[in-house]
């Protein structure tokens, strides 16, 4: 069973509702759809496993865990090469959803400019020269000082998958005023992380991924693993990211601990959902 916390709770009347079977047909639709756009192998350059499924998969834990719904407008922050953003053109409503992609890195962005925007025109991708030691070392715009091209209160669902598990923890931080401040009332983060909490930290069953043997880094929140490169795959102490998430001034509705650590767990990383306050649209 996936260890699941259970947290601050959203008001009754604004409660996600979705249809399981309506979830699981969609997820394998997607999954099975050979006319859905795929970049070739070699210009998958941000993640692991199979393109199309991790994108499955993903589309359910929005719904499911994020309550995701079709008519939100979307920002996903490090969009990479569409991986979240194929499936979700299936499941957005094509008058009232939007979405928007950013990424530091332009071959991705261009590569959704050109496959996928002139088909759903409620998508659009924008390159942001973040500076990122491994993934834009020559960016223009600080971590630390972030403030992305978008009104504020302007999304309902915001996107981030494996971003902060490439942060250190000042640009975290950022990040989430950041969010904070794009996020309309009522509207939630979908975050992806590595928590290391005792059962990381200790791994008595030995079933951990190997890859990520953590280290603690000096004296901070920030775990590394000492054969990749720091910013390569990046831990926080358990607790961190709940303090983070609000004292961006949003609440935690969700934490969810994935197998990543050796657990049983329908997710591979860990799982946050957070919610600014207010009444959605």
Not at 111 to 126: D, T, V
Not at 161 to 179: N, Q
Request: with cysteine; charged share 25%; aromatic share 12%.
């Amino acid at each position: 069973m996936t260890e699941v916390i259970a947290l601050k709770q959203s008001p009754a009347d604004h409660v996600r509702v979705y249809d399981n079977d309506y979830v699981e047909w969609l997820m394998e639709t997607v999954l099975k759809n050979r006319f859905l756009p795929s970049p070739e192998l070699e210009s998958i350059f941000v993640g692991d496993g199979s393109y199309q499924a991790v994108g499955a998969e993903f589309l359910g834990h929005f719904i499911r865990k994020g309550g995701l719904e079709k008519t939100d407008r979307i920002l996903d922050i490090g969009c990479g090469i569409g991986r979240m953003a194929v499936p979700l053109t299936q499941y957005l409503d094509y008058e009232k959803g939007t979405y928007c992609g950013i990424d530091p890195v332009a071959g991705g962005i261009e590569w959704c400019n050109q496959k996928l925007s002139p088909i759903y025109s409620n998508f659009e991708f924008r390159h942001v020269d973040i500076a990122h030691n491994l993934y834009n070392p020559k960016g223009a715009i600080d971590g630390l000082e972030l403030v992305l091209p978008y009104d504020g209160n302007q999304f309902d669902f915001i996107i981030m998958t494996s971003i902060v598990t490439h942060l250190p923890d000042e640009e975290v931080s950022a990040y989430l005023r950041e969010i904070e401040r794009l996020l309309a009332p009522g509207g939630r983060l979908f975050m992806t992380a590595f928590v290391v909490d005792k059962v990381a930290q200790e791994n008595v069953s030995k079933k951990r991924d190997a890859r990520l043997g953590f280290q603690r880094y000096d004296n901070g929140p920030c775990w590394f693993v000492p054969e990749l490169p720091p910013l390569a795959a990046v831990g926080f102490d358990d607790g961190f990211l709940d303090r983070a998430i609000t004292g961006a001034g949003l609440n935690t509705v969700l934490k969810s601990f994935g197998h990543w650590r050796g657990v049983s767990s329908d997710h591979y990383q860990d799982l946050f959902v957070a919610e600014k306050d207010g009444i959605r649209r």
